[in-house]
């Protein structure tokens, strides 16, 4: 069993390089995305910086539609579109593309709650010195929710690391699909807890550097 | 010309569900501000007075009247336009409202930044600014690690970031304790000496007319129902509301509880002198009596000092058979308004 972990060494490692760059690239994508439907969603609310019902009405369906379908299951059921869209539906660009879209919409209520904690007194400061919707978003809600937002994304990061491993089940590497290939089939419970370590360690990671720059940000 | 003109405003919230009504926030207001005057807008919460004030730099639409800022219709105006106006406004809050993510340096600089005024004079701005508002060796810090009163002076020093010709003050200091209130009240004084910037002042608290405002208005429900010198509206209140809030920093004319207690005491006559600015000296009034061989005894009201001018009501105890005073209020008439306790 010794020479079974040794053996796999190699691509233990590369398998959690493939998690970190699926999760890398999703929560550039995903967090991109989730971020603008977020602010979508919160400028357009009633009483907002730019408040339209309709537009509003419109995202917060969307969103309330995509966001509780389970992860496995919009998965398998976009990958015909995402081969039209990118001419394959396995291997991890498909994966990072399904879960960057899949993520968008859970992350647009993340940043959506954030933005929320913002005090409106503030925004209205900054509109009462003739400061216009645009600039507002970017010089005061931001950086005001900033902190915050560190902390959601830490979160959402957490939530990516789930999806890049359970994408292992359609084709997708990393982790995940190491622990099922060598740990599960092989009936090699050493090597599945392995995967199940190195996660676990990953996302450790991320959440105190998360919790250490929003701390640094929030000054408290 | 006034620098603030508002004609039948009103500001109508429409129903939110089906079941609540419309709220008329602002009803069919008249109000004349001219340019370097602290004007006074008291009422209690609810009637409309922070509406009112956001009217002015549009940060709420009104839905009728007419609005002139600066000789300018405002009601009209596109967004766009009015970010311009409201450079020319500046604005505080009960709340401050600074940006906590913002140093105060920065927090100052943004409404320069908005009006894309160029750095070097930017900085040159802001240190005066600091100077000012007398927190020079704040500049680096961040709102949290300000008092109170020290936090309303950025607020102060952003709002005149951009030399502005009016101030917006929206209970700027009800959060701050009295001591802090009378600080940040001098400054509002200097700003107005000095700038000769038109302040507008939202205030529940009739202190802070009367320390600051030359001008007052009163609002109830939604509608302005008395306006005047603050000497005025002091030391003759037209309306209920108005001498509700005069009677909380003066003392006039006893209150039926309070006459009952005063009346157990002294069951001889009772009557009122109301002193105004300019006429006759209470010390003449008083030798009067003497003379006249009428006793006194003083046993409520105040004289009051309001923008340099007297006033006060005196409440007394007389002491003497009626003739004698009958005569002796006949002749202190002609110089003092003189109303009998019942």
Known sequence: MDRLINDLQPLLWQSAWETLYIVGLTLLFGGLGGLIIGIGLYVTRSGSLVPNRAIFAVLNALVNTIRPIPFIIFLVAVQPLIRQLIGTGIGNTAIIVTISIAASFGISRVVEQNLLTVQPGVIEAARSVGAGPLRIIRTVLLPEAFGPLI???????????DMATVAGLVGGGGLGAFALSYGYKQFNPAVTWTAVLLIVILVQAIQTLGNAWAKKVLRR | MPIVALRDVSKVYPARGRNEKEVRAIESVDLDIEAGEIYGIIGYSGAGKSTLVRLVNALERATSGSIQVNGTEITSLPERELRKLRLGIGMIF????????????????????VAGVPVAERNARISDLLHFVGLADKAGNFPDQLSGGQKQRVGIARALATSPSILLADEATSALDPETTLEVL??????????????????HEMEVIKSIAHKVAVMEKGRVIETGTVFEVFSDPQTQASKRFVSTVVRAVPEAEELAVLRAKH??????????????SQAAVFLEFGRQGVGFELIYGGINDVQGRTFGHLTLALTGDDPTIDAALETVRESVAVTEVK
Do not use: C, H, M
Request: no cysteine; glycine share 6%.
């Open chain 2, 186 to 203: 001098a400054l509002l004084r200097r700003v107005n000496e000095e700038f000769g910037t038109t302040i507008i002042v939202i205030t």
């Open chain 1, 151 to 161: 902390l959601g994304y830490a979160f959402v990061f957490v939530a990516l690391v």
């Open chain 2, 267 to 280: 069951p001889g006559r009772i009557v009122t002198l109301s002193f105004a600015d300019g006429n006759v």
């Open chain 2, 94 to 113: 009960q709340q401050f409202n600074l940006f906590t993510s913002k140093t105060v340096w920065k927090n100052i600089e943004y409404p320069l930044e």
